[in-house]
């Protein structure tokens, strides 16, 4: 039985120890934080299940391996909404919805009838919209929360409060899911700021996440139920992890009240901000030194890539000489200035 | 060959570095487009100058020359500072100032512009404006210090191509030796196009490129045709007229009609 420590207790450590569980090893998970919490960017993670519509701007692996993510997520924890995805625009950028379809895939093109009957609460308030009907959702910090539990059913440990160095942690195999905090070990892992808001109201209901088209940042709102939303989220190309900027609290307030004006009236409940641990194509990659193995470069696509990237991971340990596709042998070395 | 502030660009298409799908994407973009100049915005969102570096680490990577912009500058305070930082960060006297009036339309605010301009050739900048065709207002720019002028075909983004043909026509009899470059509002290759036909020296664009849906396609597609256009102007072409001319003599044809 191969001893493996996973470090990092995010979407994608929790994902590679439930894959590594699940092929038979004795894993170990360490996490530096106390406790699940807002110290893993997954903790602000949107919580979309959404290959097609990522589809649009996202390379051909996204839309592939993340279509696998619904039934992988739907099988291990409870939660998973497949009630599909809508995205809108406001009149004036119509043609950004038509350009949105064009370069996706799986969605229907709906009319106002069809928008009011999906989402009541929306009637009247978009002209046309896209279905994207076999997406789905999930609240990412209760499905961290779904996959510690199965964890500790089945025997694996999740150790908070331990921060320990790839370099020295026991075992066979060492994971190294740290995300962005594991930045030193790679010549090109960078940060893309994202910021998201929590509000709370109970004059809109929503059944599935809502993406409004916007030409700036991918604007979305995805419903956490009991009145609670979402709303997110900024890329920026930045590594700054502590402020919201005043044009971002803007730019995503604005976009919920252009979605409905009730959220005008909502309870903002949070503000989050973090980076998204970022290679430069925005694709994820495995990378092997020694006993380790590093998981990293999830960028904005944690809880929809993180299936993949944890079997793919645990495809390397129990053969090391396969060559998953998110395999760098030599990570490409970046030039210094 | 075309001469910019003293600095000589074999390429005359110029690209912006914002909104692609990924940094690795837009090295590939540039890379196609066989560009010397890439503008980039110090984007104030990054906070510290510090905080954005890993992406001006791509650029700076590309090993070509960067053009600095003061993108979403709405005020002449703030595109002098955003200047200042962008002189600090990538160690060039280049900047590409931009002074916006309008947020639906993102118009320059050309009195904020000219100001900025003379602020800034005295600091050293060599300044190069986003104006629009404006005759008095370029004359203001060369007389601040500007060497180089940059008017808008259409608003930014808006992929309408040259919306002022008569107005950048006159524009460039107007001012026969100074470099002038279409910037913003090119939608697709044959805008890039007819400004070099027109005679203009280079044409620069981001959204038409990097909002493709396969970036580095189009940014070879812009290449070839700013290179086409360019030929065209140089090979002096033929002005539109009235009736036919044909190609083949006509007189002692054999008529079968």
């Not at chain 2, 914002?18 to 906070?47: N, Q």
Request: glycine share 10%; net charge negative; proline share 6%.
């Amino acid at each position: 039985m191969t001893q493996v420590s996973v470090i990092g207790a995010g979407v994608v450590g929790l994902a590679c120890a439930t894959a590594m569980t699940e092929a038979g090893h004795d894993v170990t998970v360490y996490d530096r934080g106390e406790g699940l919490g807002p110290a893993s960017c997954s903790w602000w993670a949107g919580g979309m299940l959404a290959p097609w519509c990522e589809g649009e701007s996202a390379e051909e692996p996204v839309e592939r391996l993340g279509a696998e993510a619904l039934d992988w997520w739907a099988e291990r924890v409870d939660g998973v909404a497949r009630n599909g995805s809508l995205v809108v625009a406001p009149a004036r950028d119509a043609s950004d919805l038509r350009r949105f379809e064009r370069r996706t895939r799986n969605a229907e093109k709906i009319d106002a009838e069809q928008i009011a009957e999906l989402e009541p609460d929306l009637a009247g308030r978009f002209r046309q919209a896209l279905f994207f009907a076999g997406e789905g959702h999930l609240d990412p910090r209760a499905a961290l929360a779904g996959l510690r539990q199965r964890l500790a059913e089945a025997g694996t440990r999740v150790r908070y409060g331990e921060d320990r160095d790839p370099e020295t942690a026991p075992g066979d195999v060492v994971v190294d899911a740290r995300g962005f905090a594991a930045r030193s070990a790679f010549d090109d892992l960078r940060g893309v700021k994202g910021e998201m808001l929590v509000l709370r109201t109970a004059e809109v209901a929503l059944s599935r996440p809502v993406r409004l088209l916007h030409p700036r940042i991918p604007l979305y709102i995805v419903p956490r139920g009991e009145g609670v939303f979402m709303v997110g989220a900024t890329m920026i190309e930045s590594d700054e992890r502590d402020r919201i900027s005043a044009r971002a609290m803007m730019e995503l307030l604005g976009g919920a009240y252009a979605l409905h004006p009730a959220f005008a009236e909502a309870e903002i409940l949070e503000i989050g901000v973090d980076v998204r641990p970022s290679f430069p194509d925005n694709l994820p990659r495995l990378t092997r030194e020694g006993r380790i193995l590093r998981a990293n470069g999830a960028y904005r696509h944690g809880f929809l890539l993180a299936p993949a990237l944890a079997a793919q991971a645990a495809g390397l340990v129990s053969d090391p000489s396969s060559q998953p596709e998110f395999f760098h042998e030599h990570h490409r070395q970046r030039r210094t200035a | 060959m075309l001469k910019l502030y003293d600095h000589a660009v074999e390429s005359r298409l110029l690209l912006g570095t914002a909104l692609y799908p990924s940094p690795a994407i837009m090295a590939d973009a540039v890379r196609a487009a066989r560009c010397d100049i890439v503008t980039v915005s110090l984007r104030r969102e990054s906070g510290t100058a510090r905080a954005g570096q890993d992406f001006w680490g791509f650029i700076r990577d590309l090993g070509i020359r960067v053009l600095p912009n003061t993108a979403g500058c709405h005020t002449v305070k703030e595109a002098v500072t955003t200047a200042q930082m962008a002189r600090e960060v990538f160690g060039t006297p280049w900047v590409k100032l931009e002074v916006i009036n309008d947020a639906d339309t993102l118009q320059p605010d050309v009195f904020g512009l000219v100001e900025a301009a003379r602020i800034l050739t005295k600091d050293g900048f060599q300044v190069f404006p986003y104006c629009t065709e404006d005759l008095g207002v370029a004359e203001r720019l060369v007389e601040a210090g500007c060497e180089v002028l940059m008017p808008w075909g259409a608003p930014i983004g808006s992929a309408r191509g040259l919306n002022n043909v008569y107005g950048l026509r006159s524009l460039r009899a107007h001012f026969p030796d100074i470099p002038l470059i279409v910037d913003a509002g090119l939608g697709v290759p044959s805008h890039a196009a007819a400004a070099m036909e027109l005679g203009y020296d280079a044409v620069l664009l981001n959204t038409a490129v990097a909002k493709a849906g396969d970036p580095v396609k189009m940014a070879n597609a812009f290449a070839r045709a700013v290179e086409a256009g360019r030929l065209a102007f140089e090979a002096d072409p033929l002005e539109p007229r009235d009736m036919a001319a044909p190609s083949t003599p006509v007189l002692g044809k054999a008529f079968l009609e």
